[in-house]
């Protein structure tokens, strides 16, 4: 991305008829969809010695609270920069053929850019001189379609890559870098190979294609790399936005659900393709009409605090944003006709900007939230040619934030062309000779600097408690694979089951939501697939009625609950598993349908926001659920059975 990736969105979204004329520049002219991706095999993988760049690590990653830590448990912090091309390059209007049509004039040719000047082995050692220990490597739904072979003119300096298809040269890609020790995340993009981002058939990741077909895309591509270790991340869709007429949503169960689509990829990537995969769920990027008086907003990560995300892997999850100092929280960062009044990240003052970071992003990284999870800025950058002092001093202020909290992050972009594209790190002549912040003069080296080599938390980072949650508000949320693997338990209803190794603790009196947790006593299930379904009161004990007049679902002596249904608000069933030591039969009762009734920490964070909520101690696991069914009652649960943790 670069400055001119926002500077039309104002006027094609505030000119009606612009907007006609240029939503009807589809690209035609480019390579049509075939109706299966292309099935030859990329090259295989052999790992090799890391360089002095990429450090030492073992795949695969994982995430420990706001941290991203390697197989030993050590932190692997991202030092990432972006190698675009493989997306597309064309701007949408004028002749695909012709560079002077493509950004920056940068025909990219739908392969990652650079592959004509410099050969592979040179621009690997290039980016260990860089100091990045990864590349997040954006890709278009179009470019793993296409069967046409790139010219021979885009792979000059790397002639083993004539008539390959988009997709095989990528192949290549993915295998220098790995081979080269760096990690590598894979990063839809775009749909169409066109640059993005504005009305361009790209704003969501179903605007030219269905949500199943990006979603078997994405099993595709996670599966062509599964046997390739350092492929450590699947980066799910680009700077979701605005097209003509809608705007994304953050969980209103429609066809354009983020969050729901977020949450059906990278479920399916890591069942059906890669389990070893991070799943990185960008926020939204722009909603409204960027039009004084009118809602606009750049949302970010700020829908993550009451509503989160909970993959059938509870350590996968990283979220990730964008921050360019020519746009702003509600600014799309157009100039002239159409640009609104609202200040740019550039105009703020360091502490303004340090706190709407804090508020769109970084408030994620909190441990001991429903929402903890690392947090990548996956895109950031500013042009070596760049002489504005607001825009210098913004890269300096937002650069030291990154130091400050310790911020996992990728530079936007890796590689251009000189006398194109001043904004990339590495730029390179017709001749291959390289250019840019290696060299002497660039202004941007400072800066880099600074925030490549300040030190940060290393080493091995301990578990600690994990909070997620489960949100059945548009349907099922059974995140266990020991429970999928069992079948359907409550067919017709709406289900949510905690992650493996997790617990419920926690239950709202309206909405569905629940809170799990593994919080002082780990994975407490015992081993084997046995399970019970409790619909009625027969594991209530003679004697043990802890929630008078109520309807009460008690799991059987030894077990505890790790999920529960729903047939509207009226609780359906409880799920219950055997636990791997006999818990103890006693219990209290904690209501929660007139007002909260939460520990005094409020650990796991508020999971039902607007909803009264009930949840046991962090020493105590849920035996029972209780409810009403009495005419003018929410039939929703109103009191949990809380048991001490066997000793």
């Given at each position: 991305m670069s400055i001119t990736k926002f500077a039309r969105i104002v006027t094609y979204l505030t000119a009606p008829l612009m907007v006609l004329t240029l939503s009807a520049t589809a690209p035609a002219t480019a390579a049509q969809r075939s109706t299966a991706p292309a099935t030859s095999a990329p090259r295989s993988a052999t790992p090799q010695p890391a360089g002095s760049a990429t450090g030492t690590w073992q795949p695969p990653l994982s995430t420990r609270g706001r941290y991203i830590v390697d197989s030993a448990g050590n932190r692997f912090r991202l030092k990432a920069a972006n190698w675009d091309g493989?997306?597309?390059?064309?701007?949408?209007?004028?002749?695909?053929?012709?560079?002077?049509?493509?950004?920056?004039?940068?025909?990219?040719?739908?392969?990652?850019?650079?592959?004509?000047?410099?050969?592979?082995?040179?621009?690997?050692?290039?980016?260990?001189?860089?100091?990045?220990?990864?590349?997040?490597?954006?890709?278009?739904?179009?470019?793993i379609h296409t069967t046409t072979p790139v010219p021979d003119a885009a792979v000059t300096a790397n002639p083993a890559l004539r008539g390959e298809t988009p997709l095989q040269v990528y192949d290549a890609v993915v295998t220098a870098l790995t081979d080269a020790g760096f990690a590598v995340i894979l990063n839809n993009h775009t749909n169409t190979s066109r640059w993005c981002c504005g009305i361009d058939g790209n704003e969501r990741w179903n605007s030219s294609q269905s949500t199943g077909q990006w979603a078997d895309d994405w099993v595709f591509m996670a599966g062509r790399y599964a046997a390739n270790p350092r492929v450590v991340g699947a980066d799910l869709y680009n700077e979701v936005r605005r097209d003509v007429l809608d705007d994304p949503n953050w969980g209103l169960g429609d066809a354009h659900d983020w969050y729901a689509a977020a949450q059906l990829a990278g479920d399916r990537i890591l069942t059906e393709a890669n389990p070893n995969l991070l799943i990185v769920v960008e926020g939204i990027n722009w909603t409204g009409i960027p039009v004084d008086g009118f809602p606009h907003d750049r949302p970010t990560l700020a829908p993550v605090r009451t509503l989160s995300h909970t993959l059938v892997d509870a350590h996968k999850l990283v979220y990730s944003a964008h921050f360019y100092g020519y746009t702003g929280p509600h600014h799309s960062g157009a100039t002239g006709i159409g640009e609104t009044s609202d200040l740019r990240y550039q105009d703020m003052t360091r502490d303004q900007l340090y706190q709407v970071l804090a508020d769109q992003a970084f408030y994620v990284t909190t441990e001991g939230k429903h929402y903890t999870a690392p947090v990548w800025v996956s895109e950031f950058g500013i042009g070596a040619g760049e002489t504005g002092t607001a825009a210098r001093t913004w890269f300096g202020n937002i650069t030291d934030y990154f130091t400050d909290h310790d911020t996992d992050?990728?530079?936007?972009?890796?590689?251009?062309?000189?006398?194109?594209?001043?904004?990339?790190?590495?730029?390179?002549?017709?001749?291959?000779h390289r250019y840019g912040i290696l060299d002497g003069g660039d202004w941007r080296a400072t800066a880099w600097d600074h925030l490549m080599n300040s030190p940060g938390r290393t080493g091995y980072i301990a578990p600690g408690t994990t909070w997620r949650m489960l949100a059945t508000d548009h349907g099922d949320a059974v995140e266990s694979l020991r429970v999928r693997a069992g079948g359907d338990w409550d067919s017709g209803a709406y289900k949510a089951v905690c992650p493996d190794g997790l617990r419920l603790t926690g239950l709202a009196h309206s909405g569905g939501r629940g809170l799990c947790t593994d919080?002082?006593?780990?994975?407490?299930?015992?081993?084997?697939?046995?399970?019970?379904?409790?619909?009625?009161?027969?594991?209530?004990?003679?004697?043990?009625?802890?929630?008078?007049?109520?309807?009460?679902?008690?799991?059987?002596?030894?077990?505890?609950?790790?999920?529960?249904?729903?047939?509207?608000?009226?609780?359906?069933?409880?799920?219950?598993?055997?636990?791997?030591?006999?818990?103890?039969?006693?219990?209290?009762?904690?209501?929660?349908?007139?007002?909260?009734?939460?520990?005094?920490?409020?650990?796991?964070?508020?999971?039902?926001?607007?909803?009264?909520?009930?949840?046991?101690?962090?020493g105590e696991y849920i035996a029972g659920v209780a409810f009403t069914t009495r005419l003018g009652s929410t039939p929703g649960p109103a009191a949990v059975l809380c048991a001490p943790l066997p000793s």
């Open positions: 493989a997306q597309g390059s064309w701007n949408g209007s004028g002749s695909i053929d012709d560079p002077a049509d493509h950004h920056a004039g940068q025909d990219s040719h739908g392969i990652p850019l650079g592959l004509d000047r410099v050969p592979l082995p040179q621009l690997m050692s290039d980016f260990r001189t860089l100091g990045i220990n990864s590349v997040r490597l954006p890709f278009s739904n179009e470019m992050f990728a530079y936007w972009p890796l590689v251009g062309w000189e006398g194109h594209d001043d904004w990339a790190l590495l730029r390179y002549d017709g001749a291959g919080a002082a006593a780990g994975d407490l299930r015992a081993t084997g697939q046995d399970r019970t379904v409790v619909t009625d009161e027969r594991y209530v004990p003679a004697g043990g009625d802890w929630a008078s007049g109520y309807t009460k679902l008690q799991c059987p002596a030894g077990q505890f609950v790790i999920g529960y249904s729903r047939r509207g608000e009226r609780v359906s069933a409880v799920l219950c598993v055997p636990a791997r030591t006999t818990p103890s039969a006693a219990g209290r009762t904690v209501w929660f349908d007139r007002s909260d009734n939460r520990p005094a920490d409020a650990a796991g964070d508020d999971f039902a926001y607007g909803a009264y909520k009930g949840q046991c101690a962090a």
